[in-house]
Nanobody, 127 residues
Framework: QVQLVESGGGLVQAGGSLRLSCAAS????????MGWFRQAPGKEREFVAAIKWSGTATVYADSVKGRFTISRDKAKNTVYLQMNSLKPEDTAVYYC????????????????????WGQGTQVTVSS
């Protein structure tokens, strides 16, 4: 059974940092790109960041570029999202997701191309 479990969310002041983790199990996730998405209250879920299966390429939403860093530890089957210089508008439930296609040559930002999702972790940034 495939499982993605996020952790590391919480309450932080603006300008602070958090590191989210996503532990994957149930298949060889080293062959799949991984992504982070978020959903703020009253808004649709949006792309945040993604990393290629090989770890050699990353993509970020413009709103987080330069502040967030996605990385993966294949040995631990874990993906991380380091979030620095947090802003109140970063407040959302953050979801980890796994690409549906094995060894995809490009990093996809499309939500519909991810077929496994975690339960989400709440990040709240106070002003």
């Amino acid at each position: 059974q495939v499982q993605l479990v996020e952790s590391g969310g919480g309450l932080v002041q603006a300008g602070g940092s958090l590191r989210l983790s996503c532990a994957a199990s149930g298949r060889t996730f080293s062959n799949y790109a991984m992504g982070w998405f978020r959903q703020a209250p009253g808004k649709e879920r949006e792309f945040v960041a993604a990393i290629k299966w090989s770890g050699t390429a990353t993509v970020y939403a413009d709103s987080v570029k330069g502040r967030f860093t996605i990385s993966r530890d294949k040995a631990k089957n874990t993906v991380y999202l380091q979030m620095n210089s947090l802003k109140p508008e970063d407040t959302a439930v953050y979801y980890c997701a796994a690409d549906a296609q094995r060894l995809r040559s490009v990093v996809t930002t499309m939500e519909t191309q991810y077929n496994y999702w975690g339960q989400g972790t709440q990040v709240t940034v106070s002003s």
